[in-house]
T-cell receptor, first 117, second 110 residues
Framework: GAGVSQSPSNKVTEKGKDVELRCDPI?????LYWYRQSLGQGLEFLIY????????KSGLPSDRFSAERTGGSVSTLTIQRTQQEDSAVYLC???????????????FGPGTRLTVL | GENVEQHPSTLSVQEGDSAVIKCTYS??????FPWYKQELGKRPQLIID?????GEKKDQRIAVTLNKTAKHFSLHITETQPEDSAVYFC?????????FGAGTRLTVKP
């Protein structure tokens, strides 16, 4: 079946502009995560959505970052007034519901490579 | 919140040797510990995971051990092959979110 998809795959923007990154999770997956991966670095947790619960925003690095998840499916990560240090690959992942509960595997999307000039 | 540390950051082994990657976590409530493999330019993919009620799990050449008292867990790869070369991430999950280690770049020399 279809996996997690993200768009765009690449985004080049100028410093100070706003950008929106989109994530389409696997159908039926209730949990959705956003991560940031800088070049050669690890995965930095940004935000977590679970069903209709309030999202866990504890990983967002500044108030320029925000995310929404509409209808429990598609999610958009917005970065306002982009800075050069925002350049990274932004990865989205989703997990299914079910008996496995907190042990569910996260399925990653291909990522969006953001370059801020 | 949870804090995961991973060592070493880089690891180079000869083909056929074993590789061990270690992680520590801070939140004693963490109960799920997956390992992800990320090949160059690709997305991370789960290779093995372990739950807090188990001390060891094995899948062919890959094994993971968990010491809840010491709050550390390890990935063991035996009989390494060149295709094992990748970046490996450990993670720990407590309550809502998953926190990843910084990754280990494993190079297997033929």
């Amino acid at each position: 079946g279809a996996g997690v998809s993200q768009s765009p795959s690449n985004k080049v923007t100028e410093k100070g502009k706003d950008v929106e990154l989109r994530c389409d999770p696997i159908s039926g997956h209730t949990a959705l995560y956003w991560y940031r991966q800088s070049l050669g670095q690890g995965l930095e947790f940004l935000i977590y959505f679970q069903g209709n619960s309030a999202p866990d925003k504890s990983g967002l690095p500044s108030d320029r970052f925000s995310a929404e998840r509409t209808g429990g499916s598609v999610s958009t990560l917005t970065i306002q007034r982009t800075q050069q240090e925002d350049s990274a690959v932004y990865l989205c992942a989703s997990s299914p519901p079910g008996l496995a509960g907190p042990y569910n595997e996260q399925f990653f999307g291909p990522g969006t490579r953001l370059t801020v000039l | 919140g949870e804090n995961v540390e991973q060592h070493p950051s880089t690891l180079s082994v000869q083909e056929g040797d074993s590789a061990v990657i270690k992680c520590t976590y801070s939140d004693s409530a963490s109960n799920y510990f997956p390992w992800y493999k990320q090949e160059l330019g690709k997305r991370p993919q789960l290779i093995i995971d372990i739950r807090s009620n188990v001390g060891e799990k094995k899948d062919q050449r890959i094994a993971v051990t968990l010491n809840k008292t010491a709050k550390h867990f390890s990935l063991h790869i035996t009989e390494t092959q060149p295709e094992d070369s990748a970046v490996y991430f450990c993670a720990a999950k407590s309550s809502n979110d998953m926190r990843f280690g910084a990754g280990t770049r494993l190079t297997v020399k033929p």
